[in-house]
């Protein structure tokens, strides 16, 4: 059930919106106009990680981290702790490059979780 109410009245306009009667409140619902602030669902933690590493990692170490590059080390054997992971990315080691002005550190937070989570 909806209730009309006048939020204003112009000469020879009147603007009208609908209030759900379970919901007290005076705002407008949201829409999805052309310009609108519409937000994105939430990505997980696991997940960034996961779409990062695809994105910035796997060409070297293979999407298992099973080291599909000769020089890359084998994730699943690797054993930094996430200390040593977090610097590694973004400093680099032997032939990796550094990636601490390419990726965020909250995105570096989220690989090292991802990598640390390939262990066997």
Not at 34 to 45: D, E, F, L, M
Not at 88 to 109: E, L, N, Q, V, Y
Request: proline share 6%; glycine share 8%.
């Amino acid at each position: 059930m909806f209730r009309m109410r006048i939020g204003a009245v112009l000469p020879g306009l009147i603007i009208i919106y609908s209030l759900a009667a379970c919901n007290n409140s005076s705002t407008p619902p949201a829409t999805n106009a052309p310009g609108a602030n519409v937000t994105q669902p939430a990505i997980s933690a696991a997940d960034r990680g996961r779409v990062l590493y695809q994105e910035k990692c796997a060409a070297c170490h293979g999407l298992n981290g099973d080291a599909q590059s000769n020089s890359a080390a084998n994730l699943p054997h690797s054993v930094l702790d996430s200390l040593a992971i977090t610097q590694t990315i973004k400093d680099g080691r032997g032939t990796m490059p550094m990636f601490k002005d390419a990726i965020a550190d909250s995105d570096i937070a989220h690989l090292a979780v991802y990598v640390k989570g390939m262990r066997k």
